[in-house]
């Protein structure tokens, strides 16, 4: 079990810890009064409602209500609980904590975990490989001609995959890294062959993929020679790694960015690397994709400007023109900066320099609609009425994207003094452009309605035609109500489908022995689920109220709970009076006798068995959704998926309960399983 931490120690780290200086991490934060402000990282917003007030200690949000302390930030943007978010607190400012065995956090969370240390292992594994086998010699010279040296290798963790099949996951099995951790980072795949895993990554550079706290959370591998494969490859999406929301280089950059209140936005990771290695830091690349408003909104958050390198080609072109309109809706100021032909900023950089890059970027760079013309005049595009046209109506899409009213005006009448067209008639215009965009939006709302019905139809009527097709799970091993309707249900498409008129019993089962038997059941409990495994909507709150309220170290019991507001009295009626009756002198409060568990955490195992099962079988039925709507590459990583959480089914239910749910090894445990149990009301005690 976790060792116990003092609340005095919480209270050094909380003390130590700067809160402004964590959340900056993460949010642009300007001085307000004794508070500081910046745009809310839990929820979408353009005018700063989001506080953090360092005297106090806290953070509040007026826009969504979110708030708490430094340790609730971290855990938020981290996806950690509370010991690890003290423990990496402590870690940053000097404090030092009690060794432990083990941590008190959920399945979740060690999965989360188990992730991110296969992750770093993969790294330290790659670096070794690039500096020490002869097979790396080809990325020792490239990068050696590209002026990295041994310091800058290290600084940003690059190494090499080695081309055997199996390196990575043979290496990492015997050092005792779960094989279940080296899949789920996407570092391994299932043979095609049978059973058995390979390397997702063989042959190639390697860029780790840093999240803004430094963690590494994704690879981007790149092909050193003239195969005809893809240049690039990268990570899938994983449980620490979503490739939309993501920004190379934003670990190094954010402070830089914070300062200048501008980041720099270029395409490759190289170019990332070669600038902030000639001293422009406020810069960062999209990741291997196509630049997206969650990226956006992340920038958004460290800086008020973006400068926009794209190549002069036509793909480079298409890309930028999408990317200005991503983030003027944003509500950024954007700027377009184009190199001399043949140059990328890394080439440019290596051959001329940080100050003549900085240089050249303050006398070349200009405002996205003056870029556009000038462009279109150096093709000979301005002249020609028909092009000239369409260029204008191009630059007013993109102003139609402007969320601000008064930035809309101002740039209209800039197009007008470089157009001489007329503000009206650019304003009639941009008036219709404005109402064809928020028609397409209502349009894509109804197609994404029309895709979830034509999903729900498919598992309702699974076809017959596809020898590939995997089975939909039957309908009677599926604990919840997403099954097969029969017609009447399926033409009574007005009817809303109605909830379970009985909660599953062992979910409540669950609950009752948190509630009866304290902190030890919490904890033993808690450390094997999460409220993600519970169906039902008001146990799952209920199970992550009780969470709460034991991370902070507040009463939990059935007399709390009773007198709470809605709905726990009356779950809690439903979930303890149920079973156990109720003593005649409960009114005079002199005690409830419960009926004995013979064994609790006996009780409990089994609970946290069918739990998982149930949950697991939904996850199948949703992923069968997910197949019958996917294509290509996107089909077969369902495929995999059904076959994994089957595997992990089948484990359970074949496994025994002593194996999968140890016994906790306390004193207080032992003894609550060997004798009557007998809850007495809080004046009794």
């Not at 402007?402 to 009206?424: C, I, W, Y």
């Not at 304290?518 to 109220?545: N, P, T």
Request: net charge neutral.
């Amino acid at each position: 079990m976790a060792v116990m931490i003092p609340d005095e120690k919480k209270e050094e780290v909380r003390g130590a810890s700067d809160i402004v200086e964590v959340v900056e991490d993460y949010v642009k934060l300007k001085r307000s009064g004794r508070s500081w402000k910046g745009l809310c990282p839990f929820h979408d917003e353009r005018t700063p409602s989001f506080h953090v007030t360092p005297d106090l200690g806290i953070y509040k949000c007026f826009g969504c209500g979110e708030s708490g302390d430094v340790f609730n930030f971290v855990m938020e943007m981290e996806g950690v609980g509370f010991l690890e978010a003290m423990r990496s607190l402590a870690d940053r400012y000097g404090v030092s904590l009690p060794e432990e065995d083990d941590e008190e956090l959920t399945e979740e969370h060690n999965l989360r975990e188990g992730i991110y240390h296969a992750l770093k292992y993969a790294g330290v594994f790659f670096y070794r490989h690039l500096m020490e086998t002869d097979e790396a010699q080809k990325a020792r010279d490239y990068l050696q001609k590209r002026g990295y040296n041994r310091k800058i290798i290290k600084k940003y963790g690059l190494g090499y995959a080695p081309e055997g099949g199996e390196q990575l996951y043979r290496a990492a099995l015997d050092s005792g890294l779960n094989e279940e951790y080296l899949f789920e980072a996407g570092l391994i795949k299932p043979s095609n062959r049978g059973e058995g895993y390979y390397d997702a990554f063989r042959g190639r550079l390697m860029f780790p993929i840093f999240n803004p706290s430094g963690k590494v959370i994704a690879y981007a591998g790149r092909v050193l020679g003239n195969e005809k494969t893809a240049k690039y490859i990268n990570s899938p999406q994983t449980k620490v790694y979503n490739k939309s929301e993501v920004l190379y280089g934003i670990n190094f950059a954010k402070n830089e960015i914070r300062k200048s209140d501008e980041v720099i936005l270029v395409e490759g990771y190289t170019d990332v690397i070669s600038l902030q290695q000639y001293g422009i830091e406020n810069v960062v690349a999209s990741s291997g994709t196509s630049l997206t408003p969650q990226q956006m909104k992340l920038l958004h958050r460290y800086g008020e400007t973006i400068t926009m390198i794209y190549d002069s080609d036509s793909a480079g072109q298409r890309a930028m023109k999408r990317g200005i309109n991503i983030a003027l809706r944003e509500g950024m100021d954007v700027k377009l900066l184009e190199l001399p032909e043949g140059e990328d900023p890394d080439s440019f950089v290596r051959q001329f320099g940080g100050d003549s890059f900085l240089e050249m970027k303050e006398e070349k760079e200009n405002d996205f609609l003056t870029y556009q013309i000038q462009k279109a005049r150096e093709l000979g595009k301005w002249e020609a009425p028909a092009e000239k046209k369409k260029i204008i109506s191009e630059i007013l899409e993109s102003i139609a994207h402007m969320p601000d009213p008064v930035s809309r005006e101002t740039f209209v009448q800039h197009l007008n003094s470089k157009a001489k067209v007329g503000d009206r008639a650019l304003f009639d215009e941009l008036g219709k452009i404005r109402k064809e965009l928020k028609e397409e939006l209502q349009k894509a709302r109804k197609r994404e309605k029309r895709r979830k019905e034509r999903e729900a139809r498919q598992q309702q009527e699974p076809s017959e035609s596809s020898d590939h097709r995997p089975q939909a799970p039957h309908p009677h091993t599926v604990g919840f109500n997403k099954q097969v309707r029969g017609n009447k249900e399926r033409n009574d498409t007005n009817k809303k489908p109605q909830p379970p008129k009985k909660r599953p019993n062992y979910e409540k089962e669950l609950i009752r022995l948190m509630l009866m038997y304290g902190r030890d059941m919490i904890d033993y409990i808690g450390s094997y689920c999460s409220e993600k495994h519970f169906e039902d909507e008001q146990l799952r709150d209920f199970f992550s109220d009780i969470i709460e309220r034991f991370k902070t170290e507040k009463e939990v019991s059935v007399e709390k709970y009773a007198s709470r507001e809605h709905p726990y009295p009356e779950l809690v009626g439903e979930i303890v009076l149920e079973k156990y009756s109720v003593s005649d002198r409960h009114h005079e409060k002199i005690g409830v006798q419960y009926k004995r568990d013979k064994n609790p955490y006996r009780t409990a195992k089994g609970a946290l068995k069918a739990l998982k099962s149930h949950f697991l079988d939904r996850l199948q039925v949703e992923l069968y959704e997910r197949f019958n709507s996917a294509e290509g590459e996107d089909r077969k990583k369902v495929m995999r998926q059904m076959k994994e959480v089957g595997r992990r089914r089948t484990h359970i239910q074949q496994s025994p309960i002593d194996e999968l749910y140890p016994d906790p090894d306390t004193e207080s445990a032992r003894s609550v399983s060997e004798k009557v149990f007998e809850y007495k009301m809080k004046s009794e005690q």
